[in-house]
Nanobody, 126 residues
Framework: QVQLVESGGGLVQAGGSLKISCTAS????????MAWFRQAPGKEREFVAA????????YYADSVKGRFTISKNNAKTTVYLQMNNLKPEDTAVYYC???????????????????WGQGTQVTVSS
C-alpha cells in the first residue's frame, strides 16, 4: 500500500507564500496522477491542482489559477504545491492524493484517487 505524507504547512500572512510537499513511500508508475485537494471547516473536500500521469500537464481550480503551481521531482516520489499571494480563504487542511486508474475527465474528483495523505494545515491570516 502506498503511503503519502504531506509536510510544509503553517501560518502565513495574506499575500505571503508557502510551499508544501507530499512524499510517496515508493516511486510512482508512469500512469500515476498526483493531486492536491483542500478542506475547510464545514465544507466538502475540494480540488486544488493536479498533475496528469507522467506528462507534466497540470490542472488547477479557478480559485487558485495564477497563484498556485504543482510540480514533481525527477524521481516522481514527491509532489509540491507552491502557493503565492495567499488569501484568508485559502485556509484549509491540504491533502495530497494519488491514483493510477482515473480518466482525465475525473481528475478533479475526490473519488478518482486511491491514496491519500493525512493532510497538512495551511492558515492564512488577514
Amino acid at each position: 500500500q502506498v503511503q503519502l505524507v504531506e509536510s510544509g504547512g503553517g501560518l502565513v500572512q495574506a499575500g505571503g507564500s508557502l510551499k508544501i510537499s507530499c512524499t510517496a513511500s515508493e516511486r510512482t508508475s508512469s500512469s500515476t496522477s498526483m493531486a492536491w485537494f483542500r478542506q475547510a471547516p464545514g465544507k466538502e473536500r475540494e480540488f486544488v491542482a493536479a498533475s496528469w500521469r507522467n506528462t507534466g500537464n497540470t490542472y488547477y481550480a479557478d480559485s487558485v489559477k495564477g497563484r498556485f503551481t504543482i510540480s514533481k521531482n525527477n524521481a516522481k516520489t514527491t509532489v509540491y504545491l507552491q502557493m503565492n499571494n495567499l488569501k484568508p480563504e485559502d485556509t484549509a487542511v491540504y491533502y495530497c492524493a494519488a491514483g493510477s486508474t482515473l480518466i482525465l475527465s475525473s481528475i478533479r474528483r475526490v473519488a478518482a484517487y486511491s491514496y491519500w495523505g493525512q493532510g497538512t494545515q495551511v492558515t492564512v491570516s488577514s
